[in-house]
């Protein structure tokens, strides 16, 4: 009798767990194997990073809420970020129109090609260009003392740091909103020019319905990467009146090793970013960052003559806030010094470990952002979970407002009692990126995946078509544009960050930037410029390939 | 009335030749197979593609060179008429002033044109909460107080199931009648031209193929229409039925 029962209960439970793993799915699949480990890679590094800098300091960290630094820091970040995103944004926004409504001028694509690479460039070697522009010996500042006028200095301070933001997420801003308002459909132009609607009119009751649903992602976006940003302010501001959060964190780290401060300004730091994250993500629809084909339209306002004068303003002041500081680079660059600088062997060295960080921290991103979706594809549309969905993939976002330099602080001293770190700083500094890069991986694949699965997720179960044979016919040949297009950005956005390895490079361990960045402190201004052109050469060349070579001719 | 005189277009490596004379007040039904041309020639009309080579001339004007806005004529299109953070009552009011300022009087003639049809008292609703085939009635009533004589139709109720198509071409009928407008319908749909086109301008190969009654195209035993129709609509009384 017991035994029947027991076969009994036994049978209910094998029925139950069998019910149950085809609900959620587990059955015959990995999809959750490759999820979870995802998820793991993705938050473990930051909770053990956050509970080691919490561990290790002692005192009641709140006490130094009351101090005046902090929060003049907290300030300065948040001014800073604000004006150089609404700066971004105001210029972003009239040149992409101008753009979209001159199809034909001469130099458009070679334009729309910076704008895209101003992501990649990496930011010592623009901050460097803005010395050469603006610095005082720069190219603007010759000018006018040629012109009997004294010298400016603004360089130095906000005025740089605004600069190199514009510089850097204006063409981001222009692209996006070149790309919205390309998605405007054929038929709403020939109606406006039917009605005869204005420039004015079009704005109002075309355009900026249109931008409105992708401005606040976009503004927070923005925000975000200014309020983090590092080598921008360490190089062009410092000082106790132009210090960010972040470059105190370093700061906190690197000179006073007070990790209650750092721990209390990495904590400030995420609130404040989570906050603008979340609002951006929450109100708006999510960002197109992968560039896409562009349609004909015929638009009635091309032809007044302040609108020409407008766009030809706008279009003047984009080259010069994007291409002179590039032209700056490569000019100064060639210089004589390069001979000596290319025999160098550290150059080599430092060049071979940041191409051997970017292609490994690239693969790696791409991977886990794969593993991220799948689990969002699985809970979204086979079980119906949309907010654990969009939890996942918040997950990967979250990466944003976390300070990497904290990361790697963090990680560094968990990993100190186990191991030789600087022995490891390679592979920590993979790691770091690789998370850096994941918010822009996961932002450029989410949307074209998640509709292809929409598109096709039934036809695939009822074909039996999954795991990597889905991939191989499905995924990759529909995918492939975004999927190139968001190796190539993180390989190059890895092959040219700063960041973490300035807190852990050693003389044995360098990668180009940190080289870049040592030569820029002991004033070998030369070598520095020519090490400038080869770090570009090699992020943009990543770049290129990277996204030409994979992406197939089919879009 | 519309009067294309050896008009040539290009689009891409493709071009177009259209010679057609319309006479005004009739509804036209321009039919054939997709990418023979239909859209490009309402888009010529419309002043949507440039004409490459010939003369437009609409109800006795040379339209060849005139901005979409200065022409005669009023489109509606399958999709994308109405601005969708706009109100029913602004849409419509888009077509008598672009930047939407209107005098009592026009206020009056847009609540009429909704009146005519049969969308009264919607005026304050946004696209989003009409059906498809209430969203191409306001774009209708739109079309109606711009009173331009020529009105061009691109598959407009393509959409709607085959009730609300059936009002439509009522409505657009009896609208045709009362204003005595000249209408250019593109359709598949043989019983769509049957119900209320005059005539049938049939295209193949990017220019005109067939143009005459719709009794007389629909009967023509041309291998090109044939194809197109895949069975005669009109029984031919020469087939015995077996």
Known sequence: MLSLYRIYIGNNIQKFWMAFSIRIGLAGHGWWLLSLASLAVVLVPIIVALGTLLWHSQTLMFRNLTDVYIWRVVWFSWLQASISTLLSLLLAIPIARALARRQHFAGRSLLLRCFSLALVVPTLVAVHGMILLHGHQGWINQLMISLNSSGYHYLYGLGGILLAHVFFNMPLAARIVLQRLETIAPETWRLASQLGLSSKDIWKHIEWPHLRTVLLPLTGLIFTLCFTSFAIVMTLGGGPQATTLEVAIYQALRFAFDLDQAVLLSLLQLVCCGLILWVGLRLGRPLQLCPSTQQRCQRPDLHSVAGRIFDGWMLFLAVLLVLLPLLAIVVNGSNDYWHVVLDDKRLWYAAGNSLWIALNSALLTVILAMGLLLARRHLQLRLGWHRAATALEWSGSVILAFPPLVLGAGLFLALRSWTDVFALSLYLVVLVNTLMGLPFALHILSAPYLQLARQYDRLCSSLGLAGWHRFRLLEWPRLRHPLAFSLALTAAMSAGDLGVIALFGTPDVSTLPLLMYQRLGSYQGEAASVTALVLLGLCLGLFIVLELGLRGKHD | ?242
């Open chain 2, 1 to 242: 009335m519309i009067d294309l005189q050896g008009v040539v277009c290009c689009i891409g490596d493709q071009q177009f030749h259209f010679e057609l004379q319309l006479p005004a007040g009739q509804c036209i039904a321009v039919m054939g197979a997709s990418g023979t041309g239909k859209s490009t020639l309402l888009n010529l009309i419309a002043g949507f593609e440039t004409i490459r080579d010939g003369k437009l001339i609409l109800n006795g004007c040379n339209s060849t060179h005139l901005t979409p806005k200065q022409r005669p004529v009023t489109s509606l299109f399958q999709e994308h008429n109405l601005f969708s953070h706009l109100s029913v009552f602004d849409n419509v009011g888009l077509g008598l002033h672009p930047g939407l300022r209107l005098s009592q009087l026009q206020r009056v003639q847009v609540n009429e044109a909704l009146a005519q049809v049969g969308l009264a008292g919607f005026g304050k609703r946004l696209p989003e909460t009409l059906s498809g085939g209430e969203r191409q009635r306001v774009a209708l009533a739109r079309s109606l107080v711009r009173r331009r004589p020529i009105l061009l139709l691109d598959e407009p109720f393509n959409a709607l199931d085959p009730a609300r198509r059936q009002d439509m071409l009522k409505l657009m009928d009896q609208l045709r009648r009362s204003k005595g407008l000249t209408v250019m319908l593109v359709t598949h749909e043989p019983k769509d031209a049957v119900a209320i086109a005059q005539q049938i301008v049939f295209l193949h190969q990017r220019q005109i193929y067939l143009k005459g009654t719709v009794m007389e195209v629909l009967a023509s035993q041309k291998a090109a229409l044939l194809d197109y129709l895949a069975h005669p609509v009109i029984p031919n009384s020469h087939h015995t039925i077996v």
